[in-house]
């Protein structure tokens, strides 16, 4: 009969302890209570009732104007109106030059017009703007390539395209400030004076294709990147942003159509629509790798869809609803590894979160604050930090996540380990010493 030697038996019950112990570790290791509410502090400016930014280029007022306490008109702050039958050139709200003609249907159309390269000007293609250019009442524009294939607007305060009442049309064209220094994911918000921007006011459709929108906007009233607001429609596709502000934002827009575009770095938000937005398509984006949140609803947005797009690796949440934006449907989307929350209901009733993968986050769906009639069902829930706070998740698939690794309860797991070691070999020695003397009397009989 063979023995097993004592070695061996030292290494199994080693073995065998350690594995419990490891076990344990993944078992016990982790607690899962709520995580804190993650923050990440940011600059921003604390919101002031303002004018819109037509109102303050046609009135000569630098744009940060605010109703409390308006600026000077300045000489600096320079507007060219298109009208269906003339257009105006203002220099701090006065009517400098008035040039009676039918609209130019194109940018380079209308740098032939001004010819005053102080204004606007052309060179290969590309145009550039030292002056806002506002499309209204009825007028409308095309800039599209290849007429057009570059547009600079000038860092400079009071220069934006926009339309008000009127019709702008984007295509194929890339759109950029003159200093691609600021902002980022890393900087502190724009200067308030210094960012061009486009913009969509008061019943304005502005429709955008295959465009490129880079380093523009800043944190001030409807000044953020792309805009539609106060009525405003139309739509953005197969477009990107990139070290925007905020790449599309919406306030007071109805039937706003995001679709096929892509978001990146942008210093705040990728898609932001904002104050009481309804009945949006945000279909097939990605909106990665910007300093908040990829997808936003805030304040009263409601009725929309958001479906199949990609958020990842953004500052804090993928896709939130906040701020009593309700009956939207969050529906077959991939969000993965942003620094806070997968999919987050805040303060917002009867919304839907269904089919989506959620992986990779802090936590994968959040429902918080003043919330009901929230379903949540036939997600993919896997592997975040945490599955869900604020929900059950009864009917959705779910595995892999996890709670918070507990350090002082594996140390006690890993400590306990060690502990038994030392008592079984504490025993085995002990036992071991005690058979001693008996052998030898028996060898001394012999």
């Not at 070695?7 to 076990?23: K, S």
């Not at 945490?386 to 996890?402: E, K, P, R």
Request: charged share 15%; hydrophobic share 40%.
């Amino acid at each position: 009969m063979v023995r097993r030697s004592k070695p061996a038996g030292y290494l199994i019950i080693v073995i065998v302890v350690l594995g419990i112990a490891l076990i344990g570790t993944f078992v016990l290791g982790r607690t899962y209570s709520n995580l804190s509410l993650k923050e990440a502090p940011f600059s921003r400016l604390p919101y002031v009732p303002s004018f819109d930014p037509i109102e303050d280029v046609t009135l000569g007022f630098p744009p940060d104007s605010t109703y409390a306490a308006p600026a000077t008109p300045s000489a600096a702050i320079r507007a060219i109106e298109i009208y269906p039958t003339q257009i105006i050139m203002l220099t701090g709200g006065r009517a400098a030059r008035i040039i009676d003609t039918r609209p130019p249907r194109t940018l380079s159309s209308l740098v032939k017009v001004i010819g005053n390269k102080r204004w606007i000007s052309e060179s290969s293609g590309t145009v550039t703007l030292d002056a806002a250019v506002i499309i209204e009442d009825g007028a409308s524009m095309s800039v599209q390539a290849p007429v057009t294939s570059g547009l600079v607007m000038t860092a400079r305060p009071g220069v934006f395209l926009g339309a008000m009442q009127g019709k702008l049309s984007i295509t194929g064209v890339y759109v950029r400030a003159s200093n691609t220094g600021v902002p980022d994911t890393s900087s502190s918000p724009a200067s308030v004076a210094d960012r061009p921007f486009v913009f969509a006011s008061q019943g304005s459709t502005m429709v955008i294709k295959n465009s490129t929108f880079s380093y523009l906007g800043r944190n001030w009233n409807s000044s953020y990147g792309l805009t539609w607001s106060n009525g405003s429609t139309g739509s953005v596709s197969n477009s990107t942003f990139d070290q925007d502000y905020i790449g599309v934002y919406s306030s007071d827009s109805s039937g706003l159509k995001v679709m096929h575009d892509k978001f990146y770095h942008c210093t705040l938000y990728g898609i932001d629509p904002h104050s009481g937005s309804s009945h949006l398509s945000i279909e097939y984006n990605i909106s990665d790798f910007n300093g908040r949140h990829g997808i936003i609803f805030s304040n009263h947005v409601t009725d929309s869809i958001v479906q199949y797009n990609v958020t990842k690796g953004n500052g804090l949440n993928g896709i939130m609803m906040d701020e009593a934006s309700a009956h939207n449907i969050i529906i077959h989307n991939t969000v993965t590894d942003n620094g806070s929350d997968g999919v987050v209901i805040a303060n917002s009733s009867s919304n839907v979160i269904s089919d989506n993968a959620v992986s990779g986050n802090r936590v994968g769906i959040t429902v918080r604050g003043n919330t009901t009639d929230t379903k949540v069902y036939g997600n993919k829930v896997i592997a975040n930090i945490m599955a869900s706070q604020g929900v059950a998740l009864a009917g959705n698939t779910v595995y892999g996540n996890g709670g918070q690794w507990s350090a002082r309860r594996i140390g006690l797991i890993w400590l306990s380990a060690f502990a038994l070691l030392l008592v079984l070999f504490g025993i085995t020695r002990a036992m071991k010493w005690r058979r001693t003397p008996n052998h030898r009397a028996v060898a001394a009989n012999i």
